[in-house]
């Protein structure tokens, strides 16, 4: 599977801010890149997700970037509110090589917003 | 169109039971596994399956087995029970052979192992 990264670990901002996590990745041949919130004592869900054709989707107030030279996504939430306090995890899959059909998820990031 | 369904929600057992935790999906999905949540840590790979009849180990697959006769079912089971696999235990499945699309998770099983 792929070697996944996610920065920071946890993260605190004023509600009303924006925040910012970062995924690197190690497969120079992923092409599909998710973000995924997990809400206290529930399952994660997709929030959203980008594929290598494209290099910024938005939807609402939440974003994400893709920098497939430097192999790092971006999750972006503006206008935070308390509801966004959260587990995110980034997950890209594996690409096409038989037997690494493994999807590892990254270590995750603890948003909390401070009201 | 019940998306992911885990059963049951919530499991205590003593240690060296035996247990079947039950995964189903009805969206013809082709990839599904198996992931175990430790209290504030992420997710770790337990068992996966690309189709019916394959399956594969994940990061933590001891004391763990699966099988993947149809489609639609992925079971896990839980051999002899050790206060260690105390966790919640997520099933998850993707309509991509690898997770492309996005995962659809189950709602959890949380077990506790006495």
């Known amino acids: 599977g792929e070697n996944v990264e996610q920065h920071p670990s946890t993260l605190s901002v004023q509600e009303g801010d924006s925040a910012v996590i970062k995924c690197t990745y190690s497969?120079?041949?992923?092409?599909?890149f998710p973000w995924y919130k997990q809400e206290l004592g529930k399952r994660p869900q997709l929030i959203i997700d980008?594929?290598?054709?494209?290099g910024e989707k938005k939807d609402q107030r939440i974003a994400v970037t893709l920098n497939k030279t430097a192999k790092h996504f971006s999750l972006h939430i503006t206008e935070t509110q308390p509801e966004d306090s959260a587990v995110y995890f980034c997950?890209?899959?594996?690409?096409?090589?038989?037997?690494?059909?493994?999807?590892?998820f990254g270590t995750g990031t603890r948003l909390t917003i401070i009201p | 169109n019940a998306g992911v369904t885990q059963t049951p929600k919530f499991q205590v057992l003593k240690t060296g039971q035996s247990m079947t935790l039950q995964c189903a999906q009805d969206?013809?999905?082709?990839?599904m596994s198996w992931y175990r949540q430790d209290p504030g840590m992420g997710l770790r790979l337990i068992h996966y399956?690309?189709?019916?009849?394959?399956?594969d180990q994940g990061e933590v697959p001891n004391g763990y087995n699966v099988s993947r006769s149809t489609t639609e079912d992925f079971p896990l089971r839980l051999l002899s029970a050790a206060p260690s696999q105390t966790s919640v235990y997520f099933c998850?499945?993707?309509?991509?052979?690898?997770?492309?699309?996005?995962?659809?998770f189950g709602s959890g099983t949380r077990l506790t192992v006495v």
């Open positions: 998850a499945s993707s309509y991509g052979v690898r997770g492309s699309g996005g995962y659809t």
């Open positions: 497969d120079s041949a992923s092409n599909y």
């Open positions: 980008i594929r290598s054709n494209v």
């Open positions: 997950a890209p899959p594996p690409t096409t090589n038989f037997g690494n059909e493994k999807l590892t």
């Open positions: 969206m013809n999905h082709e990839y």
């Open positions: 399956s690309v189709g019916a009849g394959i399956t």
